[in-house]
């Protein structure tokens, strides 16, 4: 893939697909999407989920989460702190412990770490990778990729 491709898959980005190019590119490579059908397919969720690259935090405030125990967000404010960041916006403690064992880095004390587009990338080709998404995209089960990303299929058509 190259920039002006990435500009023509995600037109909303403009100058932000600069910035995430890079970083998109090696964390595709790191975590083997490296088909033309795993890599449709994962851009495809990130442009959806991030609205093209605009945004890498949850607009909501995260307090729907709280309490729930299966994100792991039961102590006051931790739906709030661990609301969704990354191309792929990871929610919830459990997550955010998991990724930051996974790759490395203090998201947990530093939410704000996925916001940065090296993190933002990363952690959601790793989600991709760890959640079996690669097998499903070779297999061109689209929908079956939304539901295990969104929970359900809100914005399969623009995705």
Not at 84 to 104: D, E, F, M, W
């Amino acid at each position: 893939m190259t920039l002006d491709q990435l500009q023509k898959i995600m037109p909303l980005a403009k100058d932000r697909a600069a910035s995430f190019f890079a970083p998109l590119v090696a964390a595709m490579q790191e975590f083997q999407i490296n088909t033309p059908l795993r890599q449709a397919s994962f851009l495809a969720q990130i442009a959806h989920e991030s609205c093209q690259l605009l945004y890498v935090k949850e607009l909501a405030s995260g307090a729907a989460y709280q309490g729930r125990k299966d994100l792991g967000d039961i102590h006051p404010g931790d739906g709030e702190k661990y609301k969704g960041r990354g191309l792929i916006q990871i929610t919830g403690l459990n997550n955010y412990q998991l990724v930051a064992a996974a790759l490395k880095i203090d998201c947990v004390n530093h939410p704000e770490l996925l916001e940065q587009p090296v993190n933002a990338c990363r952690s959601a080709a790793w989600f991709w990778q760890t959640h079996g998404l690669n097998e499903l995209a070779d297999k061109d089960f689209f929908v079956t990729i939304t539901r295990k990303i969104n929970g359900g299929l809100n914005g399969l058509s623009e995705r």
